[in-house]
């Protein structure tokens, strides 16, 4: 008697076994809880991180009063008194003219719709859009509101306690940290290794060195185009050139895209109200300043610090807008800038292991071609 032989059995798929540490339960839940706080204290973050780049780029001339025998919270003051002192001045110089320039520039703006209405290039597209119209209305309507408006926003100061409680408190934290952060500084640097505290500290003072001579420097290329294009506005007759040129100064402060806003600004204003040949004297001052900004201003402001692409620049200036308004993108190129100078310092020994293998390619390949030959 036979036994019929066993039926094959297939083999076994292998077990795949995954095996979770307790320190990587604890770490995912760190992660985990972290982007939660993150998430719910954002705006306190910001503040923070505002109020740290502000430190960074008041921090070289507190530290210049500090070599001459100033005290570090006298020094400090200081500079915010000088500070305070420039923006009162300039409060209380051009805010009641430049409002009332404004107010008169926008009771004015439906005439001058109405005279370049009657130049036969805007009737022609005037009578197929009917832009001009609409907009001669609708700004009609904002002058009767002017006096309304005024009287609102003077009628809101309660609603606006909190912004001034936040920028009060943005002040003082920037105030303290700058008093801090020698102290700061060591004690972190302490903790460190002696020659990663000396390539930390290093980078550092070139992050805050970059940082300042970038808002510092912001600051004077916007004076000057303002004084340029005010100057030019009066020499060519075009009207309300103390608004003008705060049009000017104030977008100058966004890198790359705010001057050409504010010469579309500024030409399509003086084309309206003064006409063709002021415009276009004022558009072409303005495009050779341009130049001579971008050319020779910029590059002696700004020589002392980190250069970016026209791509970084443009991509930093649209984050920063994104999270924090005009301001964020005023703040965007200088952080942008230090970042660039840390991944530069952080990368350096990868780069340098990189250009050794490179050059020893190189060298392989210009070896093997005799012997091929």
């Known amino acids: ?55 960074l780029g008041l921090d070289p001339p507190v530290t210049a009063l500090e070599r001459r025998g100033w005290g570090r919270g006298k020094a400090a003051l200081m500079v915010f008194a000088v500070i305070a002192l420039i923006l009162f001045i300039i409060v209380v110089w051009a805010v009641v003219p430049v409002w009332n320039e404004i107010s008169q520039l926008i009771r004015n703006l439906p005439s001058y719709i109405q005279d370049a209405r009657d130049s036969d290039v805007v009737r022609q597209i005037d009578d197929k859009t009917q832009v001009l119209e609409k907009l001669q209305s609708a700004l009609a309507d904002l002058a009767r509101k002017i006096p309304e408006t005024a009287i609102s926003l003077l009628g809101t100061a309660g609603s606006v306690v909190g912004s001034v409680f936040s920028l009060v408190t943005l002040v003082f934290l920037t105030l303290f940290g700058l008093i801090a952060k020698p102290t700061m500084t060591r004690s972190a640097l302490e903790l460190m290794r002696p020659g990663t505290a000396e390539r930390v500290g290093a980078t550092l003072d070139e992050v805050t060195h970059t940082i300042s001579f970038s808002l510092i420097g912001n600051v004077v290329i916007s004076i000057i185009a303002g004084t340029v294009v005010g100057v030019s506005a009066v020499i060519v007759g075009a009207p309300f050139p103390v608004v003008l040129a705060l049009i000017v100064g104030l977008f100058d402060l966004i890198p790359q895209v705010g001057s050409a806003i504010a ?104 070896a093997a071609v005799p012997s091929a030959t």
């Open 1 to 55: 008697m036979t036994t019929a032989p066993a039926p094959h059995e297939p083999p076994s798929a292998p077990k795949v076994e995954v095996v979770v540490s307790v320190q990587t339960v604890v770490k995912a839940l760190a992660i985990f809880f972290g982007i939660i706080l993150v998430y719910i204290a954002q705006e306190a973050i910001l503040s923070i991180l505002l109020s740290a780049v502000m430190v």
């Open 263 to 366: 010469a579309f600004i500024v030409v399509g204003i003086t084309l309206i109200a003064a006409g063709v040949t002021p415009a276009v004297i004022l558009l072409v001052i303005i495009l050779v300043y341009q130049q001579v900004e971008n050319y020779l201003i910029q590059p002696a402001v700004m020589r002392q610090a980190v250069e970016l692409s026209g791509f970084a620049t443009i991509a930093s200036v649209l984050l920063g807008g994104a999270l924090l308004g005009v301001v964020g993108a005023i703040l965007a190129v200088p952080v942008a800038a230090s970042v660039k100078v840390v991944v530069r310092e952080a990368s350096e020994g990868r780069r340098g292991r990189m250009a050794a293998l490179r050059a020893q390619g190189a060298a392989g390949d210009d």
